[in-house]
């Protein structure tokens, strides 16, 4: 071939790559781009085996149901997600009722506002963020209520990101981030003006525990808000699809056992809050939640491209493909969950801690 021709080629063929990968694959938000995916805090070579031994998990559910063993393995998983989330999602792990005329982010940022307004929380407040992610909710509700945010998280690795993520947004003299188990909060009696859980608390594999420590933490009088996950009154035990369905939403998202929502306002009044509201923000008039899991659906089968030609050269770690492809099937359950009413990340209870 001519060197023209060639040099041609060889422009269109890396431009094209790097369009593919660069921009068609470009984050929700600033902040990962698909080059940089990695497996958290797990070496690269030992991705693939982490995500064997995660799915071995469900394979002995025995285990999944030891308290002890739930944080290790709601730690792996989120070495394994936690790139692709930021990635493919943004930087605010959870889901929003859908607005008209807002964008999914728009609605995020409004889903994580309402939660904070529920807390009567003015400036210089300290408010706990139990499951704090990689702290979009913490940037967005510093940012619109002044109050300083203290975020827990089991995850080495998100705690490395939120840290990065509050100092670029010069938010890190409003937010701060610790590693530990919400199970076990390294934080006084009786120290806290406000906390919230955004889709956090579904890993606990006994809610009355982490509601016990966050009773414990916050001040007599003050207000704790969650967007708890749980099964509807549409769901039917004795349903094989039903069952299904909650099964893939489990495994697919480290959940040691969805609750059922009777069960929410019963656990926290044991462990002795009053239960100012309950009610969940998926019903009518909210739109739902799960279509911006649909409309992904292009987008995961260009990102299931991306993910296996990166892995296929050695920059994505092996094991990369395995866990979006999990990602994948979770999407489609927790879409199938949505559409049979059956399923809601957004069952909200307020309560107060009694003077
Ligand atoms: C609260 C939790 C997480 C909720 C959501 C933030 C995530 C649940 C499923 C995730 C995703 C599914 C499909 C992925 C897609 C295949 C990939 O290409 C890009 C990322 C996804 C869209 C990913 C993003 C985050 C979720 C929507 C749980 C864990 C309690
Ligand atoms: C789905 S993410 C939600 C994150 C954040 N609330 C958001 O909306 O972006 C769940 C979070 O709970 C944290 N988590 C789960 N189990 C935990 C535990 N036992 N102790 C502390 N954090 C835990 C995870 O590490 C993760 O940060």
């Avoid at 749980?230 to 369905?245: L, M, P």
């Avoid at 929502?261 to 739109?287: L, N, R």
Wanted: aromatic share 12%.
């Amino acid at each position: 071939m001519d060197t023209l021709p060639m040099l041609f080629t060889t422009a269109v063929i890396v431009g094209g790559l790097y369009w593919f990968i660069c921009i068609l694959g470009s984050p929700e938000r600033k902040g990962k781009r698909a080059i940089d995916l990695s497996g958290g805090s797990i070496d690269n070579d030992k991705v693939q085996d982490n995500y064997n031994k995660y799915w071995s998990f469900f394979k002995r559910p025995k285990e999944i149901e030891k308290t002890d063993n739930v944080p290790a393995f709601v730690d792996t998983f989120y070495n394994l997600v936690t790139d692709i989330y930021e990635w493919g999602w943004g930087q605010s792990f959870h889901f929003a009722p859908s607005l008209p005329g807002k964008s999914y982010l728009e609605a995020t940022q409004i889903h994580e506002e309402t939660a904070v307004d529920f807390l009567n929380v003015k400036a210089g407040d300290k408010i706990l963020d139990v499951g704090c992610g990689v702290g979009g909710p913490m940037r967005a509700i510093a940012s619109h209520s002044g109050a300083n945010i203290v975020g827990i998280t089991i995850n080495e690795y998100q705690v490395e990101r939120a840290r990065m993520h509050n100092k670029k947004a010069g938010l890190d003299t409003l937010c701060e981030v610790v590693c530990g188990n919400f199970l076990e909060m390294p934080f006084d009696d009786n120290s806290f003006e406000g906390a919230y859980a955004m889709e956090a608390t579904c890993h606990a594999p006994k809610l009355e525990d982490v509601y016990t420590e966050i009773y414990r933490v916050l001040k007599p009088g003050r207000l704790f808000v969650s967007y708890e996950w749980v099964t509807t009154e549409f769901y039917d035990a004795n349903n094989k699809d039903h069952v299904k369905i909650v099964q893939e939403v489990e495994r697919g998202n480290a959940l040691p056992g969805l609750r059922h929502y009777s069960d929410i306002s019963k656990i926290a009044k044991k462990v002795g809050f009053q239960v100012v509201k309950e009610k969940d923000f998926a019903k009518p008039p909210a739109g739902p939640w799960w279509t911006r899991l649909k409309m992904g659906r292009v987008a995961y089968w260009r990102n299931h491209v991306l993910v296996v030609i990166l892995s296929f050269l050695g920059i994505a770690p092996k094991g990369t493909v395995d866990v979006h492809d999990m990602l994948c099937v979770t999407a489609d359950y927790l879409t199938r969950g949505g559409e049979a009413k059956i399923f809601t990340p957004m069952h909200t209870i307020l309560c107060r801690k009694p003077e």
